[in-house]
């Protein structure tokens, strides 16, 4: 029971050092990343797509975007882990897009 207890309040800790952070769940910073989760399960979701059906403008897009909003949370105050995570992913998904894009552009 002790050790339940102990548990239960550095959880509560915790739970409160999270909700008071300058990129926690009472602002933007922390909104605005969880949406742009939609934008890697649709990446995601695209994967199977074929070649000629992904869009090169828009892979480049999310590929760019991507790496210039990771390298961009890096240099905020406070750094904001969540927005690095996703724009990473969205800049890898866009990346293996393009190059497979490229590769059917180049074999037709």
């Known amino acids: ?37 939609a934008l890697v399960l649709a990446g995601l979701a695209d994967l199977n797509r074929p070649a000629e059906d992904v869009s090169l403008p828009q892979s480049t897009a999310l590929a760019a975007t991507g790496i210039i ?14 927005l690095l995570a996703v724009n990473i992913f969205v800049g890898i998904t866009g990346i293996f897009q393009l190059q497979k894009k490229l590769r059917w552009m180049n074999k037709s």
């Open 1 to 37: 029971k002790v050790l339940l207890t102990f548990f239960l309040m550095a959880a509560a800790v915790r739970l409160k050092q999270f909700w008071n952070h300058p990129a926690g769940p009472k602002t933007i910073h922390f909104w605005a990343p969880a949406w742009k989760w």
């Open 69 to 82: 909003w990771a390298r961009y949370s890096t240099q905020i105050i406070p750094v904001n882990y969540n």
